[in-house]
């Protein structure tokens, strides 16, 4: 079945004639589990990460445009890049909030963003993301602008996101840092590296003792190619100034698959 032609009863979805800008945004509320925090009580990246590509999901789904619908007619969405950027972090069982809500809809691709809220409801950091739809099959992008008719464009926000778009990231001076085998816990349901793990073994980098002294400010990964169970993947890490370091990732030896940018702050 081709995934533009599915009935709109079944998808659940129809033009929207009138839509406030407060309803285009999706809010989700959480808490700082104890095991999603670190020995410094701060939740991880990796957990916020997984927290955002989450109410990403939940935000579709709610729309008539998830990951699940898509999937039964072999399409997929796919994250092409990240940068979040933290004041601070929520403390172990601290509640806080994430909003997100579309910013742009492209041909190819469209950007979300977030906002994490502590619990008195005040920003305490945000982020920014592209994402891209692709087919399962061929892995080549699918046209935004034909889905549902164009609907998606009905979500598109004027919400401020006060942090700076990815940049473009480049390691010109790479140190290695050691390699690592992609196992089973590495992979998600659309059978490659999960992308949060990238984020979980680029930190990993970092001695223990960074982390006692500094958190990280802003986190940026570009994703480049996909990498699959037994790839071993090449660590490459360069300082690029006093708290910043650009990471590159390659597959067995050749091809590049993640770049990343990581920001401290004491």
């Known amino acids: 079945m081709n995934i533009w032609r599915i009935a709109k009863k079944d998808i659940g979805t129809k033009r929207i004639e009138s839509m406030t800008e407060e309803s285009k945004v999706g809010t989700y509320r ?4 104890p095991f999603h925090v670190d020995f410094m009580e701060r939740l991880t990246m990796g957990v916020l990460g997984n927290h955002l590509l989450n109410c990403a999901g939940f935000h579709a789904a709610d729309r008539g445009f ?3 619908t898509l999937n039964e007619n072999h399409y997929t969405w796919v994250l092409s890049r990240l940068a979040i950027e933290m004041e601070e972090m929520p403390h172990a069982y601290e509640h806080f909030t994430i909003q997100t809500w579309v910013e742009n809809v492209y041909r190819l691709f469209t950007d979300r963003n977030f906002a994490i809220l502590n619990k008195d409801g005040k920003p305490i950091g945000y982020a920014r993301s592209i994402w891209a739809m692709i087919s399962m099959e061929t892995r080549k992008p699918a046209d935004l602008l034909t889905l549902h008719g164009g609907s998606i464009v009905d979500y598109v926000c004027q919400k401020d996101c006060p942090i700076d778009k990815p940049g473009r ?6 140190q290695a840092m050691g390699e690592y085998r992609v196992k089973y816990s590495d992979i998600d349901l659309n059978g490659h590296a999960n992308s ?5 073994h680029i930190l990993d980098l970092f001695p223990m ?10 986190f940026e990964m570009a994703y480049v190619a996909e990498s699959y169970y037994g790839d071993t993947l090449s660590f ?3 300082q690029t100034g006093e708290n910043e370091y650009d990471v590159e990732v390659k597959k067995n030896g050749t091809e590049v698959v993640v770049r990343s940018k990581v920001i401290f702050r004491d």
Request: net charge positive; glycine share 4%.
């Open 66 to 68: 998830g990951i699940a």
């Open 196 to 200: 949060i793990k990238y984020i979980e």
């Open 169 to 174: 990231i480049k390691v010109t001076h790479p």
């Open 209 to 218: 003792e960074m982390f006692r002294k500094k958190q990280v400010h802003r």
């Open 236 to 238: 490459f890490q360069e």
């Open 30 to 33: 959480f808490v700082a589990e």
